[in-house]
């Protein structure tokens, strides 16, 4: 990785504005149910402490549109972190405002404080010059450590690096460094597993990973699309009626570049989106009217795990199937499994965040996963090979 990390720089005696993802999910009561980004964001923040500096922190939570809404409050983000680094996090009222300044000044080095939520303010997702600066004068340093928001150009994650050194926390520089090897100086083979409902969601990263790997395999409501582009009936499937000639063009270019492209052999079918529905499985060129397709089948499960088998490097962006229905979930699941034995005979496995990183989290195998990205938007762009406007603003060593 080519930019200057939080290691390259000297914190003792100076204040980092550390810009973290704390964008985790709450229940109707306000209790956070998932707190992996706040645990992610630990070793850059504990390095900080450590190294004697002052830590303020910025985060976005939500939609709040520009507007304070206390439901979108990183309150109980703040009382999560105090527990986990076992000293009091000063949550401040505002953004810029007087609490805000006010906290900052009364700071002792090796003090946390956290600005409220980012998007209180409209400027924030304006990426407004002056909001960065306002936001700028709090730190010495910007430490951008959220993955999940660099591809936004934000003034939190890409405004504030005009007014202060900026440079990646650990979180950051681990997404880097494992996709980016992956992307560059794969160990083959080198399998792409790409799933999820759209062919469009996943056009770049198609086109992009055609040039890196060896294999492609396609599971998830995507394939419906290429199937019809192959002529084949596809029922009540989904289906991007205006991506078939792009389906096309994606497979000739695979041929053309001597990748292997698969496809699903089988298909377990529903009559409609239930846990109780009846269900067919049908081989994939036999889909009938009526019928729709929500999860790879048993002999698709078997090939695909094969294929896996010889990886050294997997990619994997999107579920199989409609994972959320246990009756559908088996294909992700097995996905999910022959993932494991990757990591098991040496290789690495990266789940490129969104739906595919909580599948894996819902089955209990994330642990057993090299690596999972943070970041969902974010992890899809930079599969696509894309600039991305947070990471663009760091020093280059």
């Not at 298909?267 to 729709?292: C, H, M, Q, R």
Request: proline fraction near 4%.
């Amino acid at each position: 990785m080519n930019k200057k990390t939080i290691e390259d720089i000297c914190f003792c005696s100076k204040r980092a504005l550390v810009r973290v993802d704390f964008n985790i999910p709450q229940d109707e009561e306000g209790n956070i149910t998932d707190d992996t980004r706040i645990r992610a964001a630990l070793p850059t923040i504990n390095y900080l402490l450590e190294k004697n500096a002052k830590v303020i922190l910025m985060s976005h939570l939500g939609r709040p549109k520009g507007k304070v809404n206390m439901k979108y409050s990183l309150k109980p983000a703040a009382e999560r972190l105090s527990q986990y680094i076992g000293k009091p996090v000063t949550l401040a009222e505002d953004v810029v405002g007087e609490s805000a300044k006010a906290c900052v000044e009364a700071m002792n080095f090796g003090d946390v404080v956290m600005l409220e939520n980012v998007r209180f303010d409209p400027r924030e997702e304006a990426n407004d010059p002056e909001f960065a600066k306002e936001l700028a004068q709090f730190g010495d340093i910007f430490v951008s450590d959220a993955f999940g928001t660099v591809h936004r150009a934000h003034a939190s994650t890409a405004g504030v690096a005009q007014y202060l050194p900026a440079v990646a926390g650990f979180l950051i520089k681990k997404e880097l460094e494992i996709m980016g090897n992956a992307l560059e100086n794969p160990a083959r083979p080198f399998v792409a597993m790409l799933g999820g409902k759209k062919v469009s969601d996943k056009i770049g990263v198609i086109e992009n990973l055609i040039n890196k790997v060896d294999i492609l395999i396609i599971g998830g409501g995507m394939s419906y699309t290429f199937f019809k582009a192959m002529g084949r009936n596809i029922g009540n499937s989904i289906l991007e009626a205006d991506k078939l000639d792009l389906a096309k063009s994606l497979m000739a270019k695979a041929e053309e570049k001597g990748v292997k492209m698969y496809f699903p052999l089988d298909i377990v079918l529903g009559k409609d989106y239930s846990n109780d529905t009846e269900t067919l499985i049908v081989d994939s060129d036999k889909i009938p009217d009526d019928w729709e397709g929500f999860d790879i089948g048993p002999k698709t499960r078997e090939f695909y795990t094969n294929v896996l088998a010889d990886a050294k490097t997997v990619v994997w962006n999107g579920p199989v199937g409609v994972f959320e229905l246990p009756i559908f979930s088996n294909g992700t699941k097995a996905i999910a499994m022959a993932m494991t034995k990757v990591v098991e005979n040496g290789g690495i496995t990266i789940i490129g965040g969104g739906d595919s990183a909580a599948a894996v989290e819902q089955m209990g195998l994330a642990d057993k996963m090299t690596h999972i990205s943070t970041g969902g938007g974010a992890s899809l762009e930079f599969l696509e090979g894309k600039t991305l406007p947070g990471i663009a603003v760091l020093a280059d060593k």
